[in-house]
């Protein structure tokens, strides 16, 4: 009788009940997309830049977790979260996302798909140095201890990636075969921008390996063009609704533990530069005020409407970024054109936050092939990519602008890389680099 209960039971059950909704087995290009682009951008506007943004004093911690960062009071657990979601969230989601589109021949969804795998796989190099890539994101086939690149075939990698962008982007997408459209949250299906971006993460990812390689590597690819200029930016646009808040803004209404820098408001202060209105928020006293190294002054100014209010978007890679690049990569080759691209630079920076100023910009932004020197470049550089990652891997090839070490810091140097996370020296520790400490450099880092 009950073989017989049991085999109608079989028959009986619809395999189609209970299947939860929020767990699609399958979810098309178009869903993907708009998810994976707002999961990194959170990530990269959270985790990412926070701690890194504490070390290079464009922002401090003034009380409890964030406070001892400050100080560099660094454990593995801190940065367990950001590369698990890094890795169990943009990055699976792109590889699936490749797959799709290879098997649906949607060559302009694979290239923005390689575009971001590269972005996010240069990001997470130049913090961790050699990390997981050929044997990644492999669970599925059973590999759930994956082996770690060296950070040169990461790198290689990386302009692989793009280098297949760009030829896909080329091509045209076939007829009747789904492409980005209104979904894509960056550009809107705009292949020329894609185009011009991932030309642009060429030029950014030579940069940091100018100490292997030098700059002419760096001139060559802005020399070739297509760059991103102003109104290609690549930012993500965050929303005031609750569940669209800026990832900087839930962190402050959460914790409260953050204010901005004393380095970098006293540059600006000293100038006078008008971009301060969006980057700081005056304090209880109507003024401009940083907390230094260490320091923990809670009554500093809180990070400003253009970065940390609720709708404030995220930058991950501005037009202007180029012209610093461009005054760095020829500064003692063609000083001429250094002095120009620097002064462009700062004037395009201050156009996109809305605060252009000719006043200011006839003293500030008026450097000439004698006046120019490459620590009034990575100077303005830093002021200009506020919050911005690439401003530690600036620090860490050039040694500018200089920081000072907190008081009373756990470590004698600033810290030049991210640890390996708990989960991977728990889980994986046969794989993880052993002996890695936060002031050991990364492979391009060396001399």
């Given at each position: 009788?009950?073989?017989?209960?049991?085999?109608?039971?079989?028959?009986?059950?619809?395999?189609?009940?209970?299947?939860?909704?929020?767990?699609?087995?399958?979810?098309?290009?178009?869903?993907?997309?708009?998810?994976?682009?707002?999961?990194?951008?959170?990530?990269?506007?959270?985790?990412?830049?926070r701690y890194e943004g504490v070390w290079m004093q464009h922002i401090a911690g003034v009380e409890r977790q964030m406070?001892?960062?400050?100080?560099?009071?660094?454990?593995?657990?801190?940065?367990?979260?950001?590369?698990?979601?890094?890795?169990?969230?943009?990055?699976?989601?792109?590889?699936?996302?490749?797959?799709?589109?290879?098997?649906?021949?949607?060559?302009?969804?694979?290239?923005?798909?390689?575009?971001?795998?590269?972005?996010?796989?240069?990001?997470?190099?130049?913090?961790?140095?050699?990390?997981?890539?050929?044997?990644?994101?492999?669970?599925?086939?059973?590999?759930?201890?994956?082996?770690?690149?060296?950070?040169?075939?990461?790198?290689?990698?990386?302009?692989?990636?793009l280098d297949e962008a760009i030829a896909l982007f080329v091509e045209p997408n076939p007829a009747g075969v789904v492409?980005?459209?209104?979904?894509?949250?960056?550009?809107?299906?705009?292949?020329?921008?894609?185009?011009?971006?991932?030309?642009?993460?060429?030029?950014?990812?030579?940069?940091?390996?100018?100490?292997?390689?030098?700059?002419?590597?760096?001139?060559?690819?802005?020399?070739?063009?297509?760059?991103?200029?102003?109104?290609?930016?690549?930012?993500?646009?965050?929303?005031?609704?609750?569940?669209?808040?800026?990832?900087?803004?839930?962190?402050?209404?959460?914790?409260?533990?953050?204010?901005?820098?004393?380095?970098?408001?006293?540059?600006?202060?000293?100038?006078?530069?008008?971009?301060?209105?969006?980057?700081?928020?005056?304090?209880?006293?109507?003024?401009?005020?940083?907390?230094?190294?260490?320091?923990?002054?809670?009554?500093?100014?809180?990070?400003?409407?253009?970065?940390?209010?609720?709708?404030?978007?995220?930058?991950?890679?501005?037009?202007?970024?180029?012209?610093?690049?461009?005054?760095?990569?020829?500064?003692?080759?063609?000083?001429?054109?250094?002095?120009?691209?620097?002064?462009?630079?700062?004037?395009?920076?201050?156009?996109?936050?809305?605060?252009?100023?000719?006043?200011?910009?006839?003293?500030?932004?008026?450097?000439?092939?004698?006046?120019?020197?490459?620590?009034?470049?990575?100077?303005?550089?830093?002021?200009?990519?506020?919050?911005?990652?690439?401003?530690?891997?600036?620090?860490?090839?050039?040694?500018?602008?200089?920081?000072?070490?907190?008081?009373?810091?756990?470590?004698?140097?600033?810290?030049?890389?991210?640890?390996?996370?708990?989960?991977?020296?728990?889980?994986?520790?046969?794989?993880?680099?052993?002996?890695?400490?936060?002031?050991?450099?990364?492979?391009?880092?060396?001399?």
């Amino acid at each position: 009788m009950l073989a017989v209960i049991f085999s109608g039971c079989k028959k009986w059950i619809d395999t189609d009940i209970n299947i939860d909704p929020n767990n699609p087995a399958d979810v098309s290009l178009p869903l993907l997309l708009p998810a994976t682009q707002a999961s990194l951008a959170f990530t990269y506007g959270g985790d990412m830049t926070r701690y890194e943004g504490v070390w290079m004093q464009h922002i401090a911690g003034v009380e409890r977790q964030m406070l001892g960062s400050d100080k560099y009071q660094i454990l593995e657990s801190d940065i367990n979260n950001l590369w698990n979601t890094l890795y169990g969230g943009s990055l699976i989601n792109l590889k699936v996302m490749m797959e799709k589109a290879e098997e649906l021949d949607a060559k302009h969804y694979m290239g923005v798909a390689k575009t971001l795998t590269a972005f996010n796989m240069l990001n997470i190099s130049s913090v961790w140095g050699d990390v997981p890539y050929s044997d990644a994101l492999k669970g599925r086939e059973g590999t759930t201890k994956a082996q770690y690149d060296t950070q040169q075939k990461v790198y290689e990698a990386v302009n692989t990636l793009l280098d297949e962008a760009i030829a896909l982007f080329v091509e045209p997408n076939p007829a009747g075969v789904v492409k980005p459209g209104n979904e894509d949250l960056f550009y809107k299906g705009n292949i020329a921008k894609w185009t011009k971006l991932a030309k642009s993460l060429k030029v950014r990812a030579a940069l940091h390996l100018a100490k292997k390689n030098g700059l002419a590597p760096v001139r060559d690819a802005i020399n070739a063009g297509g760059l991103l200029e102003a109104g290609d930016d690549f930012i993500f646009a965050f929303g005031s609704a609750s569940n669209e808040w800026n990832p900087r803004y839930q962190f402050d209404v959460e914790r409260g533990d953050i204010r901005v820098g004393k380095r970098i408001v006293d540059l600006m202060n000293a100038t006078g530069d008008p971009r301060m209105v969006g980057y700081f928020a005056p304090n209880g006293d109507g003024l401009f005020v940083g907390s230094g190294p260490g320091e923990g002054n809670t009554a500093a100014s809180n990070i400003g409407p253009a970065y940390a209010s609720q709708a404030a978007p995220v930058y991950l890679m501005n037009a202007y970024e180029l012209k610093f690049i461009e005054a760095e990569a020829f500064f003692g080759t063609d000083n001429t054109r250094a002095a120009n691209a620097y002064n462009d630079g700062v004037k395009a920076s201050l156009a996109f936050h809305g605060v252009s100023d000719a006043t200011w910009e006839a003293v500030n932004a008026a450097e000439t092939s004698v006046t120019i020197t490459l620590e009034k470049i990575m100077t303005g550089k830093y002021i200009a990519m506020f919050m911005n990652l690439e401003t530690w891997s600036d620090w860490r090839r050039t040694g500018l602008p200089s920081l000072s070490l907190p008081a009373g810091g756990a470590l004698t140097e600033t810290p030049r890389r991210y640890l390996y996370p708990l989960d991977e020296t728990l889980y994986n520790t046969a794989n993880v680099p052993a002996g890695q400490t936060a002031t050991s450099r990364v492979w391009w880092d060396s001399n």
